[in-house]
């Protein structure tokens, strides 16, 4: 943890900025911070010289609004200097992810900074709350957010719910979402099922069945409440076998077509399995032939 010796940030974040991490931010970046910032220093840093922050929670960013901020920076340049702290090569970056990638794509080969003798710690936690405190991460991000909050800084669910502001209730929800297959929080990320969609489906006990239930919710178009009576009737004592709609992707379906033509018999694929229907004995080594995993006999090979 941070050096308690320090001077200005070392005493503890919290101690100096409270949870408005935007505010002190913009107090650094235009030289108003109250507080001894160690090591504030204003440069112009060649843009290769920055290496991306590693506790940076988005990683998704809206190509459009980058390229229209590229754009208003080939007219403007950069108002709002990056911050930044010195590392073993170069520069670490602290904030400004937005406005680096814009810069790059703007063609710029330098760039307004602040640097600052954050320690590791300092810069990890504010990088996150400032992310998070913005509320335009998705659900995911924001969750994987507090996991590292809680994982690399030791965040008990009482003070990461008083730093980011939210009750502790909510943060424990959020982080439960993680628990999800990776595949359904794709579909969370990519907004075709939110947050009320995918959390009922917590109360399913495999992945499989949490997946196959979102495909589910998703090719019906379930609402929320549907979907907790659906998994309601899922994980009750007549639990419901169902099948998904053949909506499938159209590389499986060919793929399905091409197997049952060279095999002359039904194939399915569904996520996780191959299934090859034979009518009997002599169906089945027919299609053993066909694969090339059929026995030859002792006489065969003589």
């Known amino acids: 943890m941070a050096d308690k010796t320090r001077k200005g940030l070392g005493r503890g974040l919290g101690e100096i900025f409270g949870t408005d991490v935007e505010k002190f931010l913009d107090d650094i970046q235009n030289n108003n911070s109250t507080q001894d910032v160690p090591g504030r220093t204003e440069i112009e840093i060649d843009i290769n010289e920055i290496r991306p922050n590693p506790y940076q929670p988005r990683k998704e960013f809206d190509e459009k609004a980058l390229n229209e901020l590229a ?18 090569k170069g520069y670490d970056l602290i904030t400004g992810e937005r406005r680096l990638r814009a810069a790059k794509i703007a063609g710029l080969t330098t760039v307004p900074a602040i640097s600052v003798d954050f320690t590791e710690e300092e810069m990890m936690e504010i990088s996150i709350l400032e992310n998070v405190q913005r509320e335009d991460l998705n659900p995911i991000e924001e969750a994987a957010a507090y996991d590292s909050l809680i994982r690399r800084l030791g965040y008990t669910q009482e003070k990461l719910a008083q730093r980011v502001g939210k009750s502790r209730e909510y943060c424990a929800n959020m982080l439960r979402i993680l628990k999800l297959p990776v595949e359904v929080q794709d579909l969370v990320i990519n907004k075709r099922l939110t947050m009320g969609h995918v959390r009922p489906l917590l109360a399913l006990k495999t992945d499989d069945e949490i997946y196959d239930a979102a495909q589910y919710v998703l090719q019906n178009k379930l609402s929320v409440r549907e979907v907790e009576q659906y998994v309601k009737t899922l994980g009750g004592p007549t639990k419901i076998k169902f099948k998904l709609p053949p909506d499938k992707d159209p590389w499986i379906r060919d793929l399905e077509s091409r197997m049952t033509s060279k095999l002359a018999t039904k194939v399915e694929i569904t996520r996780k399995t191959l299934t090859i229907t034979y009518s009997g004995v002599e169906d089945l080594n027919r299609n053993l032939e066909i694969l090339g995993c059929l026995e030859e006999s002792e006489d065969e090979k003589d």
Do not use: C, E, N
């Open 71 to 88: 754009d208003s920076i080939r007219t403007h340049g950069i108002f709002t200097p990056l911050l930044v702290r010195k590392s073993v």
